[in-house]
């Protein structure tokens, strides 16, 4: 790995997420040495993966150098890897650039899209957990549309404009709303000569809530939002199946559609090698105590969505979500300093901040501690949080340019198809041979 040899304590941060980011920021210049290794070189900002699926931002707005993050700190180093297994007799994290010894190692790997073991649904089901899932997911929605325009086949185009999402969280209840917005003032206007009136939006949840988490008030405001969007909102109904063309329900209800957006849970990244005594199987996360410590270990940590620190008011570990994952990395990196220095630690307590999704033009639901709201204030204070949160001037430039441009014209230029994406399953919708 070329890692330079130091008398300082090696610290080996695996992610580059929200955690992974928190805790190499509290280890900024001190006696220690901060290796950071990521299989992308960049960090993304999740919350906001919708907006390039649907074309509102490009990748690069809502993605930032890791490198330039830290390229005036002089004891970080980072390595573009994929870390294969944890050898944690001898220190060692083996990874496809070579192995490297650690005196600390913090796992913050984040999460994976969970398909509860379901293989039909992982094979021909979109997934949004990345960059290039998000830019495969706007490319398909353009390629559907202009293949249904060559459609001759009636219910082959109703099935190529026919959208399923699995799921009503936050990023589910987004996505519809995104989708919703297109077809309501872009969509036309690209496809004069196709009837957009035909598309479908549905939203499929397994419970009888959406935004399960937030209040029962913003729950019902944000489904009131979606239906009023046209958005076909599906409650207690559960995903059995999906071949690629058809969907099935444990109900009745079954949905012919050439794209289904899974977005229905998600489970821990977890690193071969550790003790099976430390997962927790469900949601696969790796269980830690209340200062991040993996169980049986002395110098492995976890943090973020692949750990589970059991509290009263978590049992399952803290909601995986961006607020839990920078306030554990930034705990985390103050008691790393302290332990070198000799001082005291601190266990970790959650701040909850709150939570919030939007679900369109001045639409959106805030809940804080002691306030919850929804409408166009909430819009704002949505805009105004994620403006605040991203990385980097331009990006916050970039994409306060993009929101008011899109907000003034109803428009969004980034629908472009510059990555094709092919489905296992595009022959189903292939258009016919006509003379």
Not at 25 to 44: A, C, P, S, W
Request: contains cysteine; glycine residues 8%.
């Amino acid at each position: 790995m070329n890692i330079p040899q130091t008398s300082f304590p090696r610290i080996v941060i695996v992610g580059g997420g929200f955690a992974g980011l928190a805790v190499a920021r509290g280890l900024e210049n001190q006696e220690l040495q901060v290796v950071l290794i990521d299989k992308h070189n960049y960090h993304t900002f999740q919350p906001l993966l919708y907006q390039v699926a649907t074309g509102g931002l490009e990748p690069d707005s809502i993605a930032f150098p890791l490198r330039k993050r830290f390229n005036d700190v002089d004891n970080f180093f980072f390595r573009l890897a994929e870390v294969t297994n944890v050898n944690a007799e001898e220190n060692i994290l083996e990874t496809s650039i070579g192995n490297l010894e650690y005196d600390e190692l913090i796992i913050a790997t984040g999460s994976t899209t969970n398909f509860f073991g379901n293989t039909n649904i992982e094979k021909y089901a979109m997934e949004m957990k990345s960059v290039p899932q998000a830019l495969n997911i706007r490319s398909l929605v353009l390629e559907n549309f202009e293949e249904a325009l060559l459609q001759s086949d009636l219910e082959k185009r109703r099935a190529l404009m026919n959208f399923v999402i699995v799921g009503g969280g936050p990023t589910g209840v987004e996505l519809a709303g995104a989708l919703a917005e297109m077809k309501k003032g872009i969509l036309p206007k690209d496809y004069p000569d196709l009837d957009i009136r035909q598309m479908k939006i549905n939203l499929i949840q397994s419970s009888n809530e959406l935004l399960n988490g937030m209040s029962k008030g913003a729950s019902t405001k944000a489904e009131d939002f979606l239906i009023k969007l046209g958005v076909d909102v599906w409650k207690d109904l559960r995903v059995l199946d999906y071949d690629g063309t058809t969907v099935t329900t444990n109900g009745n209800d079954h949905f012919d559609a050439a794209t289904v957006i899974w977005a229905a849970g998600v489970k821990g990244k977890v690193i071969d090698g550790l003790s099976s005594e430390c997962l927790i199987e469900r949601p696969n996360r790796l269980k830690v105590d209340r200062f991040s410590k993996l169980e049986g270990y002395d110098n492995i940590y976890a943090i973020g969505d692949v750990a589970c620190m059991e509290t009263e008011k978590f049992k399952f570990g803290h909601p995986m979500m961006a607020q839990p994952a920078i306030q554990q990395g930034t705990v985390l990196g103050k008691n790393l300093v302290a332990k070198y220095l000799g001082k005291k630690q601190k266990p970790f307590k959650y701040n909850d901040k709150g939570s919030m999704a939007t679900i369109g033009r001045n639409k959106a639901v805030v809940d804080l501690p002691k306030w919850k709201f929804q409408g166009v204030f909430a819009w704002f204070v949505w805009m105004f949080v994620h403006l605040f949160s991203l990385i980097g001037f331009r990006n916050k430039v970039i994409v306060f340019m993009n929101w008011v441009y899109n907000y003034i014209r109803f428009d969004r230029e980034t629908r472009l198809i510059i990555r094709p994406f092919k489905k296992k399953n595009q022959y189903s919708f292939q258009t016919e041979n006509k003379s």
